[in-house]
């Protein structure tokens, strides 16, 4: 029995090396860690594969999937990164300055050109650990051409080895597009995010197909209220640190799940730091509200209004 | 015929060889050349487009030899191309069949052209326009038989002015042998300097250079095909080869193309060039080809003015390829690694850097700089990242480095909204952009930023923001946990804008 069971496990681990391809069993030994273990054990890989794609969908609505009249004058607007997509860039820059540190490799980061809406800015992405001294950005010219152009400019970043992520704004893709992008990235060790917008509300099935090995969808969730004893006018009507909910929608090998993400600055904010990349913080899993006593002293270390307050006291 | 406007009087600026026959001569006056053949048809004379063919000429001659040059512009009429093919013309199988392969190609464009060769740029000159006989299309002086081939040809074929060859001539001067003889002392003194320079230069006692139409560049390599290739495989390989001899030639001198410039030379007459350039010298075939095929590959279709599509195409083919590093740099010979340095490779990200600039154009791919300045779409700038960015003069982290929260996303130009705000200096407890409602459950602010007064108002202008009102900035969010970055332009001031309240601005999104 136990030889079968070798012999079985020998089988299964085969099939998976068929399924994922040589190139992807050998980038999958080095996946990028979200840093949150439950996330990282949840996925097959320990984090995000590399030699891959990824799909992040941002679902945050966009006020022109709302309102038709809207939609028509501000056509172009529709496209991803100019319109309420702070919440899943934010993530995403969370994810590159991971792969920039990780990796030690440049971002790449493809978007169509909309002429004087250069929207990413970098000393926001900064804050996010993403340093933009070592972040490219390519400007797709936004003509009948930039769907043919920006899957080019994408192939052709995830299969130089030298970048550490490629993420590309890219709209319209067909099954076709994203399994040449996931094979560009298994032959080259990319990570490549493909940021598309998605409605809050559309089911895994209602998306477009896609060879990508991960799909997520991020939207923003409202800040942390803060319970608090002392001063309950002053954090309870500011704007906490960033929250996302981060679903996981389909991953090759895996079962759908959903987090409730934040942002943790590492760095107090009152200390402008010189380092701030090695100062930024990292993601967190919120922690579920449930019934239970207020603690007697400051609760949970680590969020900056708490140390705050601590030191001031 | 063409015509042109010159004192007063419509005259004539060109003349076809039957007008000549019938005694029409350039400088005739229209009405004069009427009145001698009515039949003529006159066409407006374009000095500017007949510079800029025949440049266009000299430049499809740099088949033949990297120095060529448009001549006789200056004087007028006898314009014509100045080739220097010393040590080319084995290339064509000797000098009679590179000047019939001339002629030959040049007539089937349409051209009528005589060809002369001769050891001086002079006698050449000389010998194409008055060469025996008459009938002839190209005429070679042979080598060292300039003086005698010159003599009994008319002064005219020495390039004088008009008035020069007049008092030559009344002088009974009218063989360039009758001029050889004069001693040129006296010659000077009568008609300047002018005659005898043209005689010595003709004759070849003084050097004459050419200045080609462009500077020739010293890693320049050129291929002709036997049959002209229509196919784009085969035009890509042969631009293979010579990529690869290119790269060979520049490792043995150790430098690298910074820039490099391919010639199709197209059966129809016409010259595709097509440029590469890359963030560091180079010399890997591999690297370079893909740039070049990248450009080739979108080459606009040829406009021809070829009756059908069949003739289009054959005058779309390519006879002759020229490639050349117009810039190349000094490149060490570098070790390479033992065993698959693949990841390791530094030149991998400029080799990315390249390609997606060569075909998206170097201004869409770029880096971010900070500069030191607090108003907030001031402190981030960006550069080609195909030039290149030193990282220490940008400035470091520190200038990226935000006193308080930044938004990931900004806008370049900040975004008018509706925003009530029922208390001065508070944020606003709703907004209205692009036509949707917003209720800021939470906000944080204001900050303050103020205009940067030290700059002067000029320089203020080529910033995005045109008015430079001190901005209160607010970190907002809204019921649906979406945050952004509004400001107030403005301050409340109850005494001078009471009727008129600042205006509010959407410029970022937070994460």
Known sequence: MPAEAEILQRLRSRIAAIERGENSLRASQAALPFGVDEIDAHLPWGGLATGAIHEILDGDDNNATKHTEIKTKYAIQRRFGDGLNGAVTAFVAGLAGRAQQGRAAPVIWIAPRIPGRESLYGPGLLAYGLDPADLIVVRVPSDSDFAVTALWATEEALRAPAVGMVCAEIEDMDLTASRRLQLAAETGGGLGLLLRPARRDTTENALPPTASVSRWRISSLPGAPAATSDTPWLTENLPGQPRWQAELLRARGGQPQTWQLEWRDARDNTDTGRHAREAAGGFALVSPLCDRPLPKKAPAAGLPQETRRARAS | ?511
């Not at chain 2, 900040?414 to 952009?433: K, N, Y």
Request: glycine residues 8%; negative net charge; aromatic residues 6%.
């Open chain 2, 1 to 511: 015929m063409l015509a042109a406007p010159e004192g007063g009087a419509i005259r004539l600026a060109a003349v076809t060889l039957e007008a000549q026959k019938a005694g029409l001569f350039p400088g005739q006056t229209l009405a004069d050349a009427r009145a001698l053949s009515p039949e003529i048809a006159v066409h407006d004379h374009d000095p500017g487009g007949d510079a800029a063919a025949l440049e266009a000429l000299a430049d499809w001659c740099g088949r033949y030899t990297p120095w060529a040059a448009a001549s006789g512009l200056e004087t007028g009429g006898a314009a014509g191309l100045l080739l220097d093919v010393s040590g080319c013309a084995h290339l064509f199988g000797g000098e009679a069949a590179m000047l019939e392969d001339l002629t030959g190609r040049l007539a089937r464009v349409g051209y009528t052209v005589r060809a002369g060769l001769a050891d001086t740029t002079g006698a050449a000159w000389a010998a194409a326009r008055f060469g025996e006989p008459r009938k002839a299309v190209t005429i070679i002086v042979p080598s060292g038989e300039h003086a005698n081939a010159l003599a009994p040809l008319p002064i005219a074929a020495l390039r004088l002015p008009l008035d020069t060859l007049d008092s030559l001539e009344r002088l009974g001067l009218r063989r360039i042998a009758d001029l050889a003889a004069l001693p040129r002392a006296g010659l000077a003194r009568r008609f300047g300097e002018l005659p005898a320079r043209r005689l010595d230069q003709a004759l070849g006692e003084i050097n004459e250079p050419i200045s080609p139409r462009a500077p020739a560049p010293v890693w320049r390599l050129r291929t002709a095909f036997p049959e002209a290739l229509g196919r784009e495989e085969d035009i890509a390989a042969a631009v293979r080869n010579l990529t690869e001899a290119l790269c060979n030639r520049l490792a043995r001198a150790e430098r690298g193309a910074r820039r490099l410039e391919l010639c199709l030379y197209r059966v129809g007459g016409r010259v595709d060039t097509v440029e590469a350039g890359t963030s560091r010298p180079m010399r890997d075939p591999d690297h370079l080809m893909r740039l070049l095929k990248e450009q080739l590959d979108r080459l606009p279709e040829p406009p021809t003015g070829a009756p059908d599509p069949l003739s289009a195409a054959a005058e779309a083919m390519v006879e002759t390829l020229t490639l050349a590093a117009i810039t190349s740099e000094p490149l060490q010979m570098t070790q390479t690694g033992l065993e698959g340095g693949r990841d390791r490779d530094p030149a991998a990200l400029e080799r990315l850097v390249d390609r997606l600039s060569g075909r998206l154009g170097p201004d869409n791919v770029r880096r971010f700089a900070a500069r030191q300045s607090h108003l907030p779409e001031r402190v981030q700038a960006s550069t080609p990242a195909l030039t290149g960015t030193d990282p220490v003069k940008t400035g470091g982290h520190d200038t990226w480095q935000p006193p308080l929260p930044r938004p990931p996303r900004l806008l370049t130009r900040p975004e008018p909204v509706e925003a009530v705000a029922p208390v001065p200096d508070d944020p606003p407890v709703m907004f209205r952009w692009r036509g949707e409602l917003h209720r800021v459950t939470r906000a944080e602010g204001p900050e303050r930023i103020a205009p940067e007064w030290w700059r002067t108002p000029e320089a203020n202008s080529g910033s995005t923001v045109l008015d430079s009102n001190t901005r209160d900035y607010y970190r907002v969010e809204d019921d649906e946990g979406r945050r952004f970055w509004l400001y107030r332009d403005g301050l409340y001031d109850r005494h001078r804008n009471a009727d008129a309240p600042p205006k509010w601005y959407l410029h970022g999104f937070f994460g």
